[in-house]
């Protein structure tokens, strides 16, 4: 982060780290997404992000301590991307984003489900979700909570009804 800040106000250092579509964007795709290489999150984002954009993202948010990046032992010009603990904590705070954004904006079935999951089950559900994501990121014990999974079950659940839907229509 910048040495100069415009305030010592919590909400505006926090939008200096965040306050970019691009950055939560990211974040959101490692945190729900599971997507930990740079070419997952380039070809796998909905919304398109442009190569430069994502590099210069990657970049921005391991300087700032909201991933880490190592190289990928598996091949020598990967690395891998992973949530530190300070934006696995930005889960509730994501899931409200989603939840406000459910309710305020015309979202598509199948994109807003977690989002809807997320806030019905709260405070606990967000909890597991962390555990899991340290567990994930972090080297920590795995929990036996699975919220990734449940998310992702009810994602292609609205996938395959949304298909047979339109497969009617036709």
């Known amino acids: ?40 999150l380039l070809s796998q984002s909905e919304e398109g992000i442009a190569s430069n954009v994502l590099a210069d993202r990657l970049k921005r948010l391991v300087a700032n301590g909201l991933l880490s990046r190592v190289d990928d032992p598996s091949h020598k010009q990967k690395a891998v991307y992973s949530l530190t603990e300070p934006s696995i904590q930005l889960v509730p705070l994501m899931a409200q984003i989603g939840a406000w954004g459910r309710r305020h904006t015309p979202t598509t079935p199948a994109l807003a489900i977690r989002a809807e999951l997320m806030e019905a089950g ?32 009810a994602y ?6 949304t298909a047979a839907d339109v497969s009617a229509e036709s």
């Open 1 to 40: 982060m910048s040495n100069t800040l415009r305030s010592g106000c919590p909400i505006n250092l926090t939008l200096e780290l965040l306050g970019d579509r691009w950055s939560l964007i990211v974040l959101r795709d490692v945190m729900f997404g599971g997507r930990r290489h740079y070419r997952e």
């Open 122 to 153: 709260g405070p606990e559900m967000w909890a597991a979700l962390m555990d899991e994501l340290r567990a994930i990121h972090l080297g920590a014990p795995p929990p036996a909570r699975r919220v990734s999974a449940e998310l992702q079950a």
């Open 156 to 161: 292609e659940k609205v996938l395959a009804e």
